[in-house]
């Protein structure tokens, strides 16, 4: 019976050490990993950081990222159009920087080529494509199967700017959220 009892309780004892160190191997591959940031809510800025005028500002997206035993707070996962406008339901708009033909960032341009009818909006180097400031395609000969993904976003505590980031799958007409 001694030795039942000293082979029990050793055994316990020597199970929570081994038992410690495989949770601890094992960490990473438990943990939830934060690489997926489609869906997110973001704070990106404040009311008073947009001009009242309507003319959009780029804003970063920050997020912290967690991957195995790294993390690294407020890296860029993306970036933002913000603008004013004048309706009281909804104050500010925000459009995903990437242009839904191939991927590549859009620039605000004071004046869209003349072919787009030289009025404000958003230009893609990469192959012309060009968008009003509401977010539409704006010229005819513009490559883009949509026009920019508008994305939600709310104002909170009375003057911050929180958006709902998301990005989009690029190439296509319907807007189809990536990792869906």
Excluded at 37 to 42: D, S
Excluded at 111 to 131: I, K
Aim: contains cysteine; charged residues 20%.
């Amino acid at each position: 019976m001694k030795k039942a009892c000293c082979v029990a309780i050793g055994g316990v004892l020597g199970a929570v050490p081994v038992a410690s160190g495989v949770a601890l191997y094992l960490d990473p591959l438990l943990r939830n990993s934060s690489g997926n940031f489609n869906g997110v809510k973001v704070r990106v800025t404040t009311l008073e950081a947009l001009p009242e005028d309507g003319v959009p500002r780029r804003f970063p997206i920050l997020a912290s990222r967690v991957d195995a035993w790294t993390k690294t707070a407020e890296s860029p996962i993306g970036a933002v159009y913000l603008l004013r406008t004048k309706d009281a339901q909804k104050p500010v708009k925000a459009y995903n920087v990437i242009c839904p033909h191939a991927g590549c960032f859009v620039d605000y341009v004071p004046a869209l080529p003349e072919a787009a009818s030289g009025q404000p909006g958003y230009f893609c180097p990469c192959h012309n494509s060009t968008f009003k400031l509401d977010g539409s395609i704006a010229g005819q000969s513009s490559p883009a199967p949509r026009g920019l993904d508008e994305l939600e976003c709310s104002i909170e505590n009375s003057n911050e700017v929180w958006v709902q980031f998301q990005n989009f799958q690029a190439g296509t007409a319907d807007k189809v959220p990536l990792g869906a």
